[in-house]
């Protein structure tokens, strides 16, 4: 199983990204898959996940109202829609499928 993260950058504070999680080796309607964030010094933080089903979503408080999960079956991918950043968003951030993690897409807000 893989997965490769992508989508991260440089964006002001406001601004917008969207995220995406290519899967491969394993179907997604099988699963729920999730976004987590890492900062230097702090430990992990779950930001979204996503049921198999779709039928279900987590939001961390500190996302919601900003962050939008959704995941296209078909293409076998995840992704994250990221508006109104604030710097404090900044992190690197990895998908995960259970025991599998992408590598990490890093997102930085700053003027």
């Known amino acids: 199983v893989q997965l490769q993260a992508s989508g991260g950058g440089l964006v002001q504070p406001g601004g917008s990204l969207r995220l995406s999680c290519a899967v491969s080796?394993?179907?997604?309607?099988?699963?729920?898959i999730g976004w987590f964030r890492k900062v230097p010094g702090k430990e992990f933080e779950g930001v979204s996940c996503?049921?198999?089903?779709?039928?279900?979503?987590y939001y961390a408080d500190s996302v919601k109202g900003r962050f939008a999960i959704s995941k296209d079956n078909a293409k076998n991918t995840v992704y994250l829609q990221m508006d109104s950043l604030k710097p404090e968003d900044t992190a690197v951030y990895y998908c995960n499928l259970g025991y599998w993690w992408g590598q990490g897409t890093l997102v930085t807000v700053s003027s």
């Open positions: 996503i049921t198999a089903s779709s039928s279900q979503i």
């Open positions: 080796g394993f179907t997604l309607d099988r699963r729920a």
